[in-house]
């Protein structure tokens, strides 16, 4: 499992550029190392639900993607992964700042893999933590 | 627990045009019965991740914004309501077709609610089922 | 799918008298229709934990027991299908009474089954969901 | 936060010897440091289930029992705290050996701590991952 090239920081903003639906969210990669990937999501205003909160849907998005890059990270572009499953525990509201999501692969298959994200404020406060299950789709 | 205004589907409506954050979706209500919102998501190529599927993210902020709606139904606009806790199992994917999402309150706390929700295509097919917590804030 | 035996409640009987590790908790099938099992947790005082509750651990093993009699039901003893994936949300506690277990198949699938259980009192108070993924093993 | 008196190793295994309900699993506290605590489950052919797999069961209750302890190492005795949700992933099966289970705190506060579970064989291999939340309850 170790033939699948690894990816740049660049090649996989390159990823996130050219994905449209991701357009709203401005996500950015920070970081990708071994089975991890860390993600920004700048603050917009844009993205706040009534309250003045980061929106439930960016946080998760922002991890469900993150995730997806960590894959992508360790296995290329060629193969196609998918979300099979995804709990998301909120447990402090964004307001007005960035979120830094950090995406960590606990285990790789041949087929499936499941790991955590954190969402964090730049301040290191945990907003929200997360499990996620993606498996390959074979064509 | 009956003293709160029962909401109508237009003024639920109401509620999403103004929500600046779900402008990119397009979401509309359907119906709103008992503590029940189904809510609709209209295809859009600009929701669809790479492989031609309708990305996870939309998915589950649709999950999350029919279970806010009904809340809502029930409780009026005046509390307000938090994600807590939501997990999506997703089980089948959704190609270049509309989306119709079924909230329903199992269990509605004066400080807490419970629920689930089912996405499923137009022909009935289950696309993805949710479980999600709220829980109100007080300030 | 059809050619699995479906099996009776006698017969799902048998096979948790069969299965040493639950011996400790008593569980007896009521009734099982089509993608569905209903199963019953007598109150022990053995199975409290602090606090005169119904243990958590007594609860979930409730459901997922429930839901693999469920598949047995649909699909036969001869199949072997392991849990991968369950999440409880614990809503009203169980004390000194007996627990009504109810699992639904939702998606049955040939290597994937994914479903709901719900714990309630004889009143028919909900005490806990539960949604539950199992596979099968190809040996 | 800090004036709980934290727990020894010895006192934690007291509180599970004096815990009826958890008789049929002889779990014992390896270690107990802040925010964390290590049960583990010696293999007994009780706890299997069949195909000769350690029951999902058993490695629930392990990572529910390890975090409920964790909670009484930060808060003492005196307050009671209960489950309200918990997530397992089952990502290998475990055979004919014992389970190590490591329960860390995430967010420990005044009403509600969330926290992850890890159940490892002896050699280190991933077994299950657990999320977890309890809340206090005020009588």
Redesign the interface.
């Known amino acids: 499992m170790n033939e699948a090239p690894r990816m740049s920081v660049d090649q996989l903003n390159t990823v996130l550029a050219q ?3 991701l ?2 969210y401005g996500f950015s990669v920070r970081s990708c190392e071994e089975k991890q990937c860390t993600l920004i999501v700048p603050f917009s ?7 003045g ?1 980061v ?4 946080i ?2 922002a991890a ?2 993150a995730m997806w890059l960590a894959i992508m990270g360790e296995r290329g572009t060629q193969e ?1 992964w ?10 402090r ?1 964004a307001r007005q700042e960035n979120v830094v999501c950090v995406a960590r692969i ?2 790789l298959g041949k087929r499936t893999v ?1 790991g ?1 994200a954190e969402c964090s404020n730049e301040q290191g406060q ?1 907003l929200a ?1 997360h ?1 996620i ?1 993606y498996a390959r ?1 074979f064509e």
């Open positions: 994905s449209a639906f357009a709203p205003a844009s993205l706040e639900r009534p309250g909160i929106s439930g849907m960016t998760m998005g469900d993607v196609q998918v979300t099979t499953d995804m709990k998301t525990a909120f447990l509201s606990l285990k499941y955590t945990l933590h499990v299950s789709i």
